[in-house]
């Protein structure tokens, strides 16, 4: 008689992200950027400092009216100044900017358009001495015409060198895009295990992606529930594996009076 040998099974354990610290704040809108000390809550044309222990507010800096900000969204923190995208969506045609402030006083410090090219500018980090930033398409209807704003399939992740030129471009899969509807990929973030983290418009769910061996298609790796409701997102650098999101009210909560939040959230492996 054979003697029947079974192999052994080996189970991966499921990464899981648990909450771990959650402020009330109004700015907090579109995304959020972070550095050893603070956390920078951005809305349309606002970014505001707080304190990372403490959630308290230390600076605000409001644009004028009639300035030219419209929309800002995800951002990041390197060396001293903050790296925010921005567009202006929903206009037409989109337009893309990268604005710098400097992170200490506020001040606005710079800034670089990429004119019409690839669609509205929405997250931008910086990663084994690139830069990598998403332009977001959609499916929303637009216009008199009611046509799609970009069509949400041009959405492309782009890495350009330290001075921004363009280097490689790679599009997002299908089993991301289908799960957006009409909208686009809002936040994104590499993280310190070396993956690229993802965020939608408006789902809690935090996607781990990976460049491909071959072709021109992000492969999604694994999704991960996340108590956010899309937008930016961005990890703290100076805590390994925390990262920081935002729940934006619904407008039924903004009548209650809930605000936004700013959370963060442990990875564990």
Not at 82 to 104: G, K, R, V
Request: hydrophobic share 40%.
């Amino acid at each position: 008689m054979t003697a029947l040998v079974i192999a052994p099974v080996l189970l991966f354990a499921q990464p899981t992200l648990t909450r771990i610290a959650e402020f009330p704040v109004p700015e907090a809108g579109q995304g959020v950027a972070v550095d050893a000390r603070h956390f920078y809550a951005i809305d349309n044309t606002t970014i505001a400092k707080y304190d990372k222990t403490t959630g308290t507010l230390v600076k605000r800096r409001v644009q004028e009216t009639g300035g030219p900000l419209i929309h800002l969204d995800g951002a990041m923190v390197r060396d001293g100044k903050i790296y925010a995208a921005h567009s202006n969506y929903p206009q037409w045609p989109m337009t893309s900017s990268l604005e710098i402030w400097d992170a200490a006083t506020l001040e606005h410090v710079g800034t670089r358009s990429f004119g019409i090219n690839w669609g509205s500018l929405t997250w931008v980090d910086f990663h084994n001495g690139s830069w990598w930033m998403v332009f977001a398409n959609y499916d929303q209807p637009y216009g008199p015409n009611r046509t799609p704003y970009g069509h949400k399939l041009n959405t492309q992740l782009i890495k350009f060198t330290p001075e921004f030129q363009m280097l490689e471009a790679w599009s997002l899969p299908h089993s991301i895009l289908d799960k957006f509807g009409v909208m686009s990929n809002s936040g994104g973030s590499w993280g310190p295990d070396g993956f690229l983290y993802l965020t939608g418009h408006d789902l809690g769910e935090l996607y781990r992606m990976r460049l491909p061996a071959a072709g021109s298609v992000l492969e999604l790796v694994t999704t991960l529930p996340m108590g956010v409701r899309g937008q930016g997102i961005a990890w703290d650098r100076s805590h390994a594996g925390v990262i920081y999101g935002v729940v934006r009210a619904t407008p039924e909560e903004r009548v209650a009076g809930v605000p936004n939040k700013v959370v963060a959230f442990r990875l564990a492996p």
